[in-house]
């Protein structure tokens, strides 16, 4: 065999250079994004790998920007107030300042990420040509491809058009005309489409290669999101139905804990950014700052565990919504409730008695006192101090952020059977009612689609912006305006950052 040597640029983990043999922990260990020249051997087939787990560990170092932008815009969350982040709390209020920077800094990382998808399959390409295991070449790329295809979708749902990019060269943007959403959510269900029979049909935690990396159930989960978004309903259900069918996932019964460690890797998740400290009490420490949706003030049970920058809060709406229902399992997870928080929502005379399970202090015995930002705090960004490794005080350290789960999917097809789809896996009934056991409640016959809407409301609140992009997408505009908020078609989308405008012109040209 020849041997070729190609002088590129490549994005890879500063790790994986001195071995392959801990894939899992490589991903544990996310790289600086950085990139260097280096003569690489395409044919030593071994380290073909190695360009994904680049790719995997771009994706999972999220900048700690990314997910509130995306998810405080919805009904079931606020921002926290008089803070320093005063743009963030407009565009919580659909009033949106181009110049913020967390606009653009959300633009170039999700890019960022997709431009290091590209070169990773542009890499595994070149090794494929020389890999006696040319199937796994293809599914390497698939796995790439499956990552661009969510960041992809991520950037499309919040700026509705945008770049479809086919090469890792970043230069390509001054050049590409943007895209319609419609044309970019096609193109992601066509591109899972491709990369679906590629992919090994397991659970994500069932991989010994990459635990919890992707596999042809996480393409089909984005391919239904993305028909979602098309409203081609028969094309949701018929993505669902084959996740469904696979009897692969289940809903966790313990729905506390599915948000905190024990909730890593669970049956019911499709796809989590992956965070770790290794399981000691100081040295390397990887993980996400959650310390944005924390309390800014708390009594931890473990003494000495560090507090939050309160910029995340659940909506009084959702929760007055969940009391309604006489939620308690979803609530009392997805809340941590203040005195103030409490007294606030007695001052509505329809609340002035609560449940006494309300409290300030979490089922896991942290206590929330009183801040200034905020009345509440997110419960599913919340770790207990005593779950915290024994030593580490920093907010959330070592928890998983969950980026699909089994529950959004049920309830998916549960949408587009009440649309109008067809699907034999799973009747919207049981799909529904599946998710309702686990709360508590009992079942439903004959299920609407608001009674389906209203189910997402209550199971996907604070995850990702679920429940704003839906009702951008349903037109169901007066849900968003409340509290104070004025909401309408013309503000569904960000505007494009005031940087991006000036440097790539048909942008521009698309804004006019």
Not at 284 to 308: H, I, L, R
Request: glycine fraction near 8%; charged fraction near 20%; include cysteine.
């Amino acid at each position: 065999m020849k041997l070729r040597k190609y002088t590129i640029k490549l994005a890879v983990l500063g790790a994986v250079l001195i071995g392959t043999a801990a894939c899992h922990d490589l991903l544990d260990n996310p790289a600086e994004n950085k990139s260097f020249t280096e003569e690489t051997d395409y044919t030593k087939s071994e380290d073909m790998i190695l360009p994904l787990i680049g790719a995997y560990a771009e994706f999972n170092t999220r900048g700690w920007e990314d997910f509130p932008l995306i998810s405080v815009r919805g009904d079931d969350v606020n921002h926290g107030g008089l803070g320093d982040q005063q743009d963030f709390a407009e565009a919580d209020k659909f009033n949106y300042n181009k110049d913020f920077w967390m606009f653009n800094s959300i633009w170039q990382n999700l890019y960022a990420d997709i431009f290091d998808a590209h070169s990773a399959m542009e890499q595994i390409e070149l090794y494929k040509e020389f890999a006696s295991n040319q199937a796994t070449a293809d599914q390497y790329i698939a796995e790439a491809k499956t990552l661009r295809a969510w960041l992809l979708f991520q950037l499309s749902r919040v700026w509705g058009d945008v770049f479809i990019t086919t090469t890792s060269d970043p230069s390509d943007l001054l050049v590409l005309d943007v895209s319609t959403k419609a044309e970019v959510m096609q193109h992601i269900s066509d591109q899972m489409d491709e990369a679906i029979s590629n992919l090994p049909a397991v659970h994500p935690n069932e991989r010994a290669d990459i635990p919890g990396g992707v596999t042809k159930y996480t393409a089909l989960a984005i391919k239904a999101m993305a028909n979602l978004e098309l409203k081609n309903y028969q094309g949701v259900a018929d993505a669902t139905s084959q996740i469904i069918s696979s009897g692969k996932f289940s809903l966790d019964p313990d729905f506390y804990n599915l948000f905190k460690i024990p909730g890593k890797l669970n049956d019911e998740n499709l796809m989590e950014l992956q965070f770790s400290d290794f399981g000691q009490a100081s040295g390397d420490d990887k993980t996400y700052d959650f310390e944005f949706f924390g309390p800014q003030g708390w009594t931890p049970k473990v003494a000495g565990a560090g507090s939050g920058w309160g910029f995340y809060e659940p909506s009084l709406k959702w929760i007055k919504f969940m009391l309604d229902r006489g939620e308690r399992t979803r609530l009392e997870t997805s809340v941590l409730f203040t005195n103030r928080g409490i007294a606030e929502i007695k001052k509505d005379p329809n609340y002035n008695t609560l449940p006494g399970w309300i409290s300030n202090t979490t089922p896991s015995g942290d206590v929330i006192n009183d801040f200034s930002r905020a009345l509440f705090s997110s419960g599913k960004h919340y770790l207990p101090s005593d779950q915290l490794t024994p030593g580490r005080t920093r907010y959330g350290t070592n928890k998983n952020l969950i980026v699909i789960r089994y529950a959004e999917i049920l309830l998916m097809h549960a949408e587009a059977l009440t649309q109008g789809a067809t699907s034999s896996a799973m009747t919207a009934d049981a799909a529904v009612n599946a998710v309702r056991a686990r709360a508590g409640l009992g079942n439903l016959s004959g299920v609407t689609h608001q009674q389906v809407m209203d189910e997402k409301f209550a199971e996907l609140a604070m995850e990702w912006g679920i429940r704003y992009y839906d009702m951008a997408r349903l037109g169901e505009y007066g849900e968003l305006s409340y509290e104070g908020r004025s909401f309408s078609e013309d503000l569904i989308y960000l505007p494009y950052p005031q940087n991006q405008l000036d440097l790539l012109p048909n942008l521009g040209n698309a804004q006019e």
